[in-house]
């Protein structure tokens, strides 16, 4: 089984201040993405990666930047956290067989920005 | 958003009884997935779909794609089917997902 994981699960934050959130998974797969989830809207796309080096903007990158320095290591960072910002953020990697891409989630980080 | 509708919001059914969700898509889409965010936050891969039906256990989806609509039977519906049930759609073939808001389920006994 796919296993993703992130850090850390909780995490309070100051507006202005950086935050780093982690993901690791242990499976080889290519692709990363990181999702941010609020009431209404579902999971909503920040940034995401090809693979090793590679950073690609989604549907809503503006605030948020992300380094992939390794094939099991996905970082999405705030340089200056804002109280929109305030969230769970899910990260997820994907299975591709043939054309198939299935997507494996953490178990997402809870950030509140005062 | 709108560019992945599900319907309905939410859903209450008694243990047993046999229900479908929706996903209707504005968007061209190659794939779909379903997934289940249980009570807990977790999200579970349920199916990944080309056009077509794929069936598992309790749980049977279709993808339509001439009509750009995704459904999920769910039959003799058991209590921890309970959560929040989420379609994605693979916008433009390219592995960016979008995702609809979500169909709130609670099976009760």
């Known amino acids: 089984e796919a296993a993703v994981t992130q850090s850390p699960r909780n995490k309070v934050a100051v507006t202005g201040g950086k935050v780093t959130l982690s993901c690791n998974q242990t499976n080889n797969h290519n692709n990363m993405y990181w999702y941010r989830q609020d009431t209404g809207h579902g999971l909503r796309l920040i940034h995401y990666s090809y693979g090793a080096g590679s950073t690609e903007k989604g549907d809503i990158p503006d605030g948020y930047k992300a380094s992939r320095p390794s094939q099991e290591n996905f970082s999405l960072i705030l340089e200056l956290a804002t109280p929109s910002q305030t969230s769970v953020y899910f990260c997820?990697?994907?299975?591709?067989?043939?054309?198939?891409?299935?997507?494996?989630f953490g178990s997402g980080t809870r950030l509140t920005v005062l | 958003g709108d560019q992945v509708k599900q319907s309905p919001s939410a859903l209450s059914l008694q243990e047993g009884t046999n229900s479908a969700l929706r996903c209707n898509f504005s968007?061209?889409?190659?794939?779909v997935q379903w997934f289940l965010q249980n009570p807990r936050g977790s999200l579970m891969n349920l199916f990944y779909?080309?056009?077509g039906t794929k069936e598992n256990g309790r749980l049977k989806s279709t993808f339509n794609s001439k009509e750009s609509y995704s459904t999920l039977h769910i039959r003799d519906a058991q209590l921890e089917d309970s959560g929040t049930y989420f379609c994605a759609a693979d916008n433009t073939g390219n592995y960016k997902y979008v995702f609809g808001a979500g169909t709130r389920l609670k099976v009760i006994a």
């Open positions: 968007i061209a889409t190659t794939t």
């Open positions: 997820a990697s994907g299975r591709r067989v043939s054309s198939a891409e299935t997507l494996y």
């Open positions: 779909l080309v056009p």
